[in-house]
T-cell receptor, first 111, second 116 residues
């Protein structure tokens, strides 16, 4: 079963705008991760935020975590064409600590 | 460069045939994983292995088999018992243990299997 669910399923924005994707999860977690997947390729780890952190930055990426609402958001600032990809949130499953992925948000940056 | 190599990148199979997908890593990671990805779906865990000569079923193990004879290698066999094998298969690896961030996954480039 899915642990995390991303929203929206698809997002198209103009180059230079900011893109925000959200992730909701069901059970308590010790960390939440975001990954990117270019079409037809493997996933690449972007950022990990621990349950005791509320916000984390990495370059143009900003991740927030609200454990009371069981939700996280990924903000990509000043988007570029190369940001076109699918973005997944992932959380360790409680019973065996295995990483479980949501269905992803497909981001399309328009020139 | 360290990484994970999956082969073949594309594979075509006739119904009733078994096929084996290769996954090799030189990251010295303890754990290795196989995921399946279908269009519009997230990744679903097929099998995982935390140490050599040991592996566990994931959420969708039926019709698949694995082995872990070497730390570097975790091949996946898609058997004829798998009813709908056409999919994109992703191999991943990670460190193990209680180290924060240890369960961050490194992925291969994937293998796309098509059943004719």
């Amino acid at each position: 079963s899915q642990q995390g669910e991303e929203d929206p399923q698809a997002l198209s924005i103009q180059e230079g705008e900011n893109a925000t994707m959200n992730c909701s999860y069901k059970t308590s977690i010790n960390n939440l991760q975001w990954y990117r997947q270019n079409s037809g390729r493997g996933l690449v780890h972007l950022i990990l935020i621990r349950s005791n952190e509320r916000e984390k930055h990495s370059g143009r990426l900003r991740v927030t975590l609200d454990t009371s609402k069981k939700s996280s958001s990924l903000l990509i600032t000043a988007s570029r064409a190369a940001d076109t990809a699918s973005y997944f949130c992932a959380t360790p499953r409680n019973r065996d600590d295995k990483i479980i992925f949501g269905k992803g948000t497909r981001l399309h940056i328009l020139p | 460069d360290g990484g994970i190599t999956q082969s073949p990148k594309y594979l075509f199979r006739k119904e009733g045939q078994n096929v084996t997908l290769s996954c090799e890593q030189n990251l010295n990671h303890d754990a290795m994983y196989w995921y399946r990805q279908d269009p519009g779906q997230g990744l679903r865990l097929i099998y995982y292995s935390q140490i050599v000569n040991d592996f566990q079923k994931g959420d969708i193990a039926e019709g698949y088999s694995v082995s872990r004879e070497k730390k570097e290698s975790f091949p996946l066999t898609v058997t004829s018992a798998q009813k709908n094998p056409t999919a994109f298969y992703l191999c991943a690896s990670s460190l193990q243990g209680a180290i924060p961030g240890a369960n961050v996954l490194t992925f291969g480039a994937g293998s796309r299997l098509t059943v004719l």
